[in-house]
């Protein structure tokens, strides 16, 4: 019996050991750790949780992110972390905050409001919605083949038909009107974008009314190598940046804008928001600027945005290639000498397109996962008001997706600032947010489920290069 009694009071020992210990790893698993502390570098690395699933997308929701995993699950993680589920049983890897409302796709395919359960109609699982001001959403039918104007509540308030990409992402190129590429081709079958489908040509939606005011068609055989076109502004009413290839070379720049623009903004390099977006004067999209492909057959040039007149892209991001800073000319077009019959097809007649000034920047950096869809693993951040006007902060990951570097370019160049480490290989798109002082936070998921948060401080981050 003294046997037995001992057996069981080592028993009850070990059990309420393992509870301690589920406790504690429990516990561990929900508070924020720091990774790599260290006196000489003010970047911190904070694993905020671990989630259900590796990230597919992230979004920022209530003071915090929302992040979609693999398994369809939703959670929501603040700074402080907190953690909570928002949802199960979400497909696709479409996550948009919209006005303070977070959308997904439910497992029947519909749009769906996160907080409210509203549920709108079917929509495509790999284009993107646009939010628009006032919540509203624009978004494409399950075939690509409609533009569907929901409102706040998702409800439909107008559809008209458009052979749009079937993973199309808007993007507003002026107040009250989006560019979406459409027009489908198979003529370049290079899949960098996960499938072989690409836009032969960008229209311009008015919203008032869903009709295009302004269209671009790309030359025969080529095609638009991206599923969103960049906003452009410098370059003109309606300016916006494409990545066109099927030349032999690789991906080229094209600069569009409004080719018979009633304001003259686009020779003046005025700014996009000039000119009227109701479709009364319907524009023509012309070539204003332009820059030579890679050299090389199936080699993508990554465009990542602009900032005033100078534009970002990395080229072949697959293969090490360098980022590229682009600088637009203070006046996009100049008169053609003699006929005007040559040059770039798509120009104004008349006018020659301007050359885009190269500057090209060895950082070891990467912005995109070849057949990935997504194309935010590299970006520009936000502008803080504190910002130089010459300074331009990017957060791209490292070509082995295990740091995260902070990039700033100024007038003597692109450099690295600064390095975060993390815990796995970068999973989806970070989101990339600025605090009161300047300093830059990106909320990062990795391949091994954690949701981390690293904070470049403004100082000792930003400082000027010895």
Request: charged share 20%; proline share 8%; net charge negative.
């Amino acid at each position: 019996m003294a046997h037995a009694g001992f057996r069981m009071a080592a028993l009850a020992a070990a059990l309420a050991l393992v509870a301690a210990l589920a406790v504690a790893a429990a516990t561990a698993q929900r508070a924020p750790r720091i990774l790599d502390p260290s006196a000489t570098s003010p970047v911190v690395t904070t694993v905020v949780t671990t989630l259900p699933a590796p990230a597919v997308a992230l979004a920022p929701y209530r003071g915090g992110v929302a992040a979609l995993g693999a398994d369809g699950s939703l959670m929501h993680a603040t700074r402080d972390g907190d953690v909570g589920r928002l949802r199960r049983g979400l497909v696709s890897e479409v996550l948009i905050a919209c006005e303070g409302a977070l959308l997904a796709i439910d497992g029947s395919g519909r749009l769906t409001e996160i907080a409210t359960g509203a549920v709108g109609p079917p929509v495509s699982l790999h284009a993107t919605p646009a939010c628009l001001p006032g919540g509203g959403v624009l978004a494409l039918d399950p075939n690509a083949e409609r533009l569907l104007l929901l409102d706040a509540s998702l409800r439909p308030e107008a559809r008209a038909p458009l052979a749009a990409l079937p993973d199309a992402e808007p993007t507003f190129v002026g107040p009250g009107t989006v560019a979406i590429p459409v027009h489908p081709s198979l003529d370049y079958r290079h899949g960098v974008l996960g499938d072989e489908v690409e836009a032969a040509a960008v229209a311009v939606v008015g919203l008032a009314t869903l009709e295009t005011v302004a269209r671009w068609d790309a030359p025969r055989r080529l095609v638009i190598e991206q599923r969103r076109l960049a906003p452009f502004p410098a370059a003109g009413r309606f300016g916006m940046v494409a990545t066109v290839s099927g030349g032999g070379d690789g991906g080229a720049l094209v600069v569009l804008a409004a080719g018979n623009d009633p304001t003259g903004s686009v020779a003046a390099g005025g700014d996009a928001t000039d000119g009227d977006a109701s479709g009364s004067d319907t524009a023509e999209l012309a070539v204003v600027a332009t820059a030579p492909g890679i050299g090389m057959e199936n080699r993508w040039r990554h465009v990542l945005g602009a900032s005033g007149r100078r534009l970002y892209s990395l080229a072949t991001p697959h293969l090490g290639g360098p980022l590229e800073r682009w600088t637009l000319p203070a006046t996009a077009e100049r008169d053609a000498p003699g006929d005007a019959a040559g040059g770039a097809p798509g120009r104004a007649p008349g006018r020659v397109p301007a050359e885009l000034r190269r500057e090209a920047f060895s950082l070891g950096v990467t912005s995109h996962t070849i057949g990935q869809r997504e194309l935010d693993l590299g970006r520009l951040v936000p502008r803080h008001p504190g910002d130089p006007a010459e300074l331009d902060l990017l957060v791209m990951p490292t070509r082995d997706l295990r740091t995260v570097r902070l990039i700033a370019c100024d007038a003597a160049g692109c450099r690295a600032a600064a390095d975060a480490g993390l815990p796995g290989r970068l999973a989806a798109a970070p989101w990339i947010e600025r605090d009161v002082e300047g300093g830059v936070r990106a909320w990062v998921a990795t391949d091994e489920a954690s949701l981390s948060l690293v904070t470049f401080p403004r100082d000792g981050i930003l400082s000027e290069p010895e």
